[in-house]
């Protein structure tokens, strides 16, 4: 036993551990223990890392699959982009075009509320020249030439006194015709031939012949149309039974006087019938009809008009009804006068 110097107790020596027997706790594992536990916890490693290996394989294939998946849809989802895109497009042209078509629905339907308004305003306009005024004017015109052109005077005309006194019993004058003697004789007879019978029944027959022709072709704006010449064949013709026109030249001039006259009074009896209503032509003033202002024009003095009745009416009344019964004249009868018996 030792002796501690700076203690006055002895020293004890630890006591040595006791051994254990085999496989009890605290023992360590021998060699051959060892390496089968390893080898057995290496398989269970292994097959679990196998699974790890098949899982990330799976989620590997997943992932694939979903980003396939993606860029499909991507892809989808670009393509109707752009159709909605162009769709919208086609829709933008579609409305622009819409509006236009509105634009032009409202322009034609002004167009038309104005043609309406005009188609059932039956009045010609002021500076048409179907208006009243304007075909009083050609009426007017139209009187002067056919006085001139039925003028049986001048050295050049030869009358036929025999046809020309049936003429005028014809229309119950009582001017007698002599060429040998002065007076109104020529001009009664010139008056009578405006208004011959078959002169004025020729000619509505001829249009209402032609009327078609005229409309469909506009055919009477050319020159020489032979409905024209045949017509004015015709009248001259009527007219020489009357009179014989001893000058060649005058003859001539006679025949595009005629033509021209008959292309007016073409171009009249078709703006009279554009009237509404139609105006009445074909009044001519019976032979001993008291004379009226108001309806005859021709050379009289007012303070003896009670004193003269019609001798012969050379163009006729053209004249209005309308719904009240009121007649307006476009343009008076041209008339001569006698003497009341």
Request: with cysteine.
């Amino acid at each position: 036993m030792s002796v501690n110097p700076t203690s006055n107790k002895p020293s004890m020596a630890p006591p040595l551990p006791s051994k254990k027997k085999r496989g009890e706790e605290g023992e360590l594992p021998s060699s051959g223990d060892s390496i089968a536990n390893l080898v057995q916890r290496n398989t269970i490693l292994e097959h679990e890392k196998g699974e790890l290996i098949k899982q990330r394989y799976e989620i590997d294939n997943s992932i694939e699959e979903l980003l396939k998946k993606n860029k499909d849809l991507y892809v989808k989802l670009d393509l109707e982009k752009r159709k909605s895109h162009q769709r919208a497009n086609e829709k933008d042209v579609e409305i622009q075009n819409l509006k236009k078509q509105i634009l032009q629905l409202k322009d034609e339907a002004s167009h038309l509320q104005s043609a309406l308004g005009k188609a059932t305003n039956v009045r010609w306009g002021d500076h048409d020249v179907n208006n009243s005024v304007q075909l009083s004017n050609q009426i007017r015109e139209i009187q002067h030439k056919l006085t001139d052109f039925t003028s049986v005077k001048g050295k050049e005309v030869t009358i036929n006194e025999e046809a020309a006194s049936e003429l005028l019993q014809t229309y119950e004058c009582v001017t007698k015709f002599d060429r040998t003697k002065a007076g109104k004789g020529k001009l009664v007879l010139s008056a009578a031939l405006q208004r011959s019978d078959d002169i004025s029944r020729i000619i509505p027959i001829k249009i209402r012949q032609q009327v078609c022709a005229v409309l469909g072709t506009r055919g009477f704006c050319k020159e020489n149309h032979p409905f024209i010449e045949k017509l004015a064949k015709l009248i001259m013709d009527e007219i020489n039974r009357y009179r014989i026109i001893n000058s060649e030249e005058r003859k001539m001039g006679l025949r595009d006087q005629t033509i021209e006259l008959v292309k007016e009074i073409i171009q009249l009896y078709f703006r009279l019938n554009a009237q509404e209503p139609v105006p009445n032509f074909t009044e001519f003033i019976e032979a001993g009809t008291n004379i009226q202002n108001n309806i005859m024009e021709g050379s009289w003095d007012d303070d003896n008009i009670e004193d003269l009745e019609v001798e012969i009416c050379s163009f006729p009344l053209i004249s209005v009804k309308s719904k009240d019964n009121t007649r307006k004249v476009l343009s008076k009868s041209q008339v001569l006068t006698r003497p009341k018996n």
